[in-house]
């Protein structure tokens, strides 16, 4: 099965530095990429210098991460994609499980490793952990993390199983149905893109499982950190566009005025500790919904999945309940 591993870069030639030799190492069965999104910095002669194998398509602008994969992938032949931030440390064998679930699964279009903590390996990742799943007002969570609590991996996830959606960070998708979905929404830029795409996915019919057997380690944060009103802008926005694109027609508006209630509760708690930034991305991002509500609403496909999500309300379980941990 011919696999191309696309590593999509914008001025981060130390991230390559560190991560590329175990990708390198650990996936002989794979062709490797690296998808520059107009760097400024060293990272095309880095990799020109010392690894003449790794393969290089060049960007015209930084278009973030959704364009930047959908205009890479536009000159990549492969039957898989994965899809790897620079920041990921991969293991021994991480490639066979994942091709052997594809091979042996048909329907399955989507496949998420197990996503564990570089600088603390015993516990899950942020991002991703051990597949990810929605609320019925758009929240995303995973198996090993909720909001801020994330779970030490004692084999409690070590299965093979159907998940909502794949993180972005580390996640392998069939070529073909990438091109059915037109790629990820450019208009997200970047966060939660690879939640919308697996939604859409979804609604075509396709399954996304998770597979334990295969591992890779993310720092997190390397390219935006975590306190960075620009997340916080881009989370809150693309969040309301995936929800406009995806929810069922017959209860979207309700959904919709239910999450603005929601986010502007977020915005108040922002005031009170005293986060005015991040109180001024969430009016930016709702500003911005607005002008590209018509557009996205567009967007809408011909069918939206009723059964989207687990929990009707993940911030009632954690916070008024006190659930800090993942409950099917």
Known sequence: MNIAVVILNWNGVQLLEQ?????????????????????????????????????IVKNTHNFGFAQGYNEALKHIDAEIYALVNSDIEVTANWLSPIIDTFKNEPQTAIVQPKILDFKNKKYFE???????YIDKFGYPYCRGRLFETVEEDKGQYDDEIEIFWASGACFFIRSYVYKELHGFDDDFFAHQEEIDLCWRAINKGYTIKYNYKS??????????????????????????????????????????????????IAGLQFIFQGKFSHFSAILKAHYSFYTLFSRTYKKRGSFQTKKYYNIKSIVYQYYVICGKVFAN
Do not use: C
């Not at 690296?34 to 060293?42: I, K, L, R």
């Open 19 to 55: 991560f590329l030799p175990s990708i390198i190492a650990f996936s002989p069965e794979a062709t490797i990429y690296v998808a520059d999104n107009a760097s400024t910095d060293e990272s095309i002669s880095f990799v020109e210098e010392h690894y003449s194998s790794v393969k």
């Open 126 to 132: 942020y991002a991703g952990a051990a597949g990810g």
């Open 215 to 264: 591992m890779v380690y993310h720092v997190g944060g390397a390219t935006l950190k975590q306190g960075n009103p620009k997340k916080t802008y881009l989370n809150f926005r693309n969040s309301l566009l995936m929800l406009t694109k995806n929810v069922p027609k017959e209860s979207l508006y309700a959904v919709l005025f239910s999450r603005m209630i929601l986010d502007g």
